[in-house]
């Protein structure tokens, strides 16, 4: 391993360990006050349990694991159309979020200032979709440089360092969704 792969390597974990911190903050606040709003709705009123979206964006880390493994053997047509499952799964995981929102803005009227239970749900699920926003520019991005040809072998460890960063946001999601979905109703 060249020190520039090390050097990368370094610093995609540095990052991880800095946004771990950072959504450890968010959670914790989540916790603190989850119970304490003295106004509805509680979050068993208002949230319905994300299945589907949630099966989607875990099952997009085998997608991209699937995707490295492909490039690393020199398999670029099969690594992009991992990469092409990968990012539409977790756009399917986006809408869901967008709708889930929508849902719980327009035809519930539940925002950020109706409760400490809104002022602690949008900043840590909203937190979790930017960091879902990110890492689909980044997979997209791959996937553009497949399908042009200009993704190579030689690119490998660059994709599989977007990989940690997508293995992140998805076990950064399990405890988003533990902590509000299941402990907090």
Same mark, same amino acid.
């Given at each position: 391993m060249n020190s520039g792969a090390s050097r990368g390597r370094a610093g995609v974990i540095g990052f991880i360990i800095a946004e771990t911190s950072l959504f450890a903050v968010f959670v914790v606040a989540y916790l603190f006050y989850l119970g304490k709003s003295v106004t509805g709705p509680s979050p068993k009123? +208002?949230?319905?349990?994300? !299945? !589907?979206s949630t099966v989607c964006l875990l099952s997009s880390s085998v997608t991209v694991a699937l995707a490295t493994r492909a490039l690393a053997a020199g398999r670029i047509a099969r690594a992009g159309s991992w990469l092409f499952v990968t990012v539409a799964l977790g756009l399917v995981f986006l809408a869901s979020t967008a709708r889930e929102w929508r849902r719980l803005i327009v035809e519930q009227g539940f925002t950020i200032g109706t409760n400490l239970f809104g002022s602690t749900f949008y900043p840590l +699920?909203?937190?979790? @979709?930017?960091? +879902?926003?990110?890492g689909l520019v980044m997979l997209s991005l791959c996937l +553009?440089? @497949?399908? %042009?040809?200009?993704?190579k072998v030689v690119h490998a460890s660059r994709v599989?360092? !977007? %990989?940690?960063y997508w293995h992140f946001v998805d076990g950064v999601w399990i405890v988003v969704f533990t902590v509000v979905y299941v402990v907090g109703r």
């Open positions: 009123e +208002v949230l319905d349990l994300p !299945v !589907v +699920v909203g937190l979790h @979709a930017s960091h +879902v926003i990110l +553009v440089f @497949a399908w %042009s040809g200009a993704l599989e360092l !977007v %990989s940690w």
